[in-house]
Nanobody, 121 residues
Framework: VQLQASGGGLVQPGGSLRLSCAAS????????MGWYRQAPGKQRELAAT???????NYADSVKGRFTISRDNDKNTVYLQMNSLKPEDTAVYYC????????????????WGQGTQVTVSS
């Protein structure tokens, strides 16, 4: 199983970016998908998560500005980031809890390679 993230880049304060992350490989089902981020010198922190049923959870720092969504048919999760601030600068990592076969009882956590988001004028 692999998670491939894309969509990062350099944007001015107040701008927008959309991140995508596609899961591929031997996948039976995906439970939670999400995005975490890690700024320089800081620990990795939750940005947003979404369940297979569409329930979402956001960090307080991104509520009202970021929107997480997913396409279950494509095994893909998205993060629409609006009104970006310099403090949103970080490497963003996608995350998924995956069952590889119908016989698996528990899910396994997988991480993408990270995509850099830089918010600067």
């Amino acid at each position: 199983v692999q998670l491939q993230a894309s969509g990062g880049g350099l944007v001015q304060p107040g701008g927008s970016l959309r991140l995508s992350c596609a899961a591929s490989g031997s996948i039976f089902s995906i439970n939670i998908m999400g995005w975490y981020r890690q700024a320089p010198g800081k620990q990795r922190e939750l940005a947003a998560t979404i369940t297979s049923g569409g329930s979402t959870n956001y960090a307080d720092s991104v509520k009202g500005r970021f929107t997480i969504s997913r396409d279950n048919d494509k095994n893909t999760v998205y993060l629409q980031m609006n009104s970006l601030k310099p403090e949103d600068t970080a490497v963003y990592y996608c995350y998924a809890q995956i069952k590889r076969t119908a016989r698996d009882y528990n899910t396994i956590s997988y991480w993408g390679q990270g995509t850099q988001v830089t918010v600067s004028s």
